[in-house]
């Protein structure tokens, strides 16, 4: 892996990580749980207060790990699986931009976050500092 192949790896975690982490904070604290419950059950989400609570803290704790480069596969995935759920459940139906309720955002974080899960978090993150030792230590016990 090139040293600009990583440095890009890096900003594209920085980036989508923030965006993911003021979206769960707006879920928590801006229109806070209840808030976010509410437009869920509107829209159809099933559990809506639990669906409120893994969407807000997904977004926030999946944020800072993609900043970190932690467990950037799964977590990947697993924001990928949530804006999917966004696109199904408000987003479908209203056009591509923004403004009038499209899924351009969602598509973007979607993408970004399954993009980061296939190619990983790089050089310059937790993931590459842990995977000599993941490695050794299966080694060992092999």
């Not at 808030?35 to 944020?63: C, D, K, N």
């Not at 924001?79 to 199904?88: F, Q, R």
């Amino acid at each position: 892996m090139t040293l600009a192949r990583d440095l890009a790896i890096l900003v594209a975690r920085i980036g989508i990580g923030a965006v993911f982490i003021a979206h769960g904070w707006q879920k928590l604290v801006t229109n806070g749980v209840d808030g976010t419950a509410g437009f869920f059950g509107s829209v159809g989400i099933p559990l809506p207060t639990a669906a409120a609570w893994f969407a807000a803290l997904l977004e926030v704790g999946g944020g800072v790990a993609l900043i970190l480069g932690l467990l950037t596969p799964v977590v990947g995935v697993l924001l990928a699986l949530n804006m999917l759920g966004a696109y199904v459940f408000v987003h479908a139906g209203n056009g591509i931009f923004v403004d009038a309720g499209g899924a351009e955002l969602v598509l973007v974080l979607g993408v970004g976050a399954l993009m980061l899960a296939a190619v990983g978090a790089g050089r310059v993150s937790v993931d590459s500092l842990l995977t000599p030792l993941v490695r050794r230590r299966t080694a060992v016990t092999a």
